[in-house]
């Protein structure tokens, strides 16, 4: 429990979305970001509905032992990077674009104000057309992402997933 695994519930229903939008499921799908990654369940189901590549940035001593072994396990070690590291130091090195960014921080932190610059220097990292993801506390409201729309929000019991698209 201490990767913070999003729920099934909520995974699927993420997933549907995306699905929906057309953002998974061709041939050769998006690469995908995975902030503060957890176990990397979310990158390792976009990788099992035909992304083609996962990056995954994580901290915590014990959920980079899970991605690991998480991604030995589902043999896509090939498939997936692991940026070891707090998400604002990573994302200073990371190189898009990506067509999906996940971001899944503990929920506290949404509220931070500094938060705000994290979630726009991951926005940069977005590839034209693609999506990025905000899990969060229903209680919380969504943030504004420097050069993204926020699409819609759909809320699961004590969790909501915002979506955001490029700001046109």
Known sequence: MTTRPTSDRVREALFSMLAADGLLGDEEGPRVLDLYAGSGALAFEALSR??????????GRDALAAIRDNARALEAEALVRVVPGKVDRALEKLEGPFGIVF???PYADVRV??????LAGAAR?????????LEHASTDTPPE???????RSRRHGDTTLTLYRDAL
């Open 50 to 59: 035909g992304a083609s590549a996962a990056v995954l940035v994580e901290q």
């Open 125 to 133: 990292l977005l590839a034209p057309g693609g999506a990025f993801v």
């Open 113 to 118: 104000p500094a938060f705000a610059g994290i």
């Open 103 to 105: 971001a899944d921080p």
């Open 145 to 151: 992402i420097h050069g993204l729309t926020l699409d």
